[in-house]
């Protein structure tokens, strides 16, 4: 890991008064000779270590990342985040959390709506079965003592 800016310097071959101008073009200049797919080496050591000098070196300078993507020759420039992306980033997880627990809240709410009706059936339905059997019992009781059958000798 590179940790001075001498370091990294040395690294690409350049002075200690180099410029970001100068080091981008060193940098484009011996990833283009460097490349393990130019050089036809499986070794990316040398590659990965001019990259790794030249990354340091953006940071140092700018505060900006530039990244050297598998295509030779291309960068992209990726800018830290402020605070107020920060911020904005912050504010959006909150309110997606809120978001969440208002949701979450809710379908507790459903399901104990859900649960008191279907308790509220279950007992209907229970005191019907309850009030069938009572009127069973009656009839057997009626059958048994044989009060029916009077009535049906009455009718005829």
């Not at 071959?13 to 970001?20: E, R, T, V």
């Not at 598998?70 to 997606?96: H, I, L, P």
Request: proline share 1%; charged share 35%; net charge positive.
């Amino acid at each position: 890991m590179i940790k001075t800016r001498s370091e990294a310097l040395s690294i690409l071959g350049l002075g200690p008064d180099a410029s970001l101008a100068r080091i981008k073009a060193v940098y484009k200049d011996l990833v283009k000779k460097c490349h393990p797919d130019v050089t036809g080496s499986k070794d990316f050591t040398a590659y990965n270590r001019i990259t790794e000098a030249y990354q340091f070196l953006c940071n140092d300078t700018d505060g900006h990342v530039l990244t050297h993507s598998r295509v030779v020759g291309k960068t992209t420039k990726r800018q830290s985040a402020s605070n107020a992306d920060y911020a904005a980033f912050q504010k959006k997880a909150k309110e997606a959390k809120e978001r969440r627990k208002q949701e979450f809240e809710q379908k507790q709410k459903d399901f104990a709506a859900m649960y008191e009706k279907q308790e509220a059936d279950y007992k209907r339905a229970m005191e019907a079965i309850d009030a069938i059997r009572v009127a069973r019992a009656i009839q057997s009781m009626i059958w048994a003592n044989g009060m029916e059958k009077d009535s049906d000798d009455n009718k005829e």
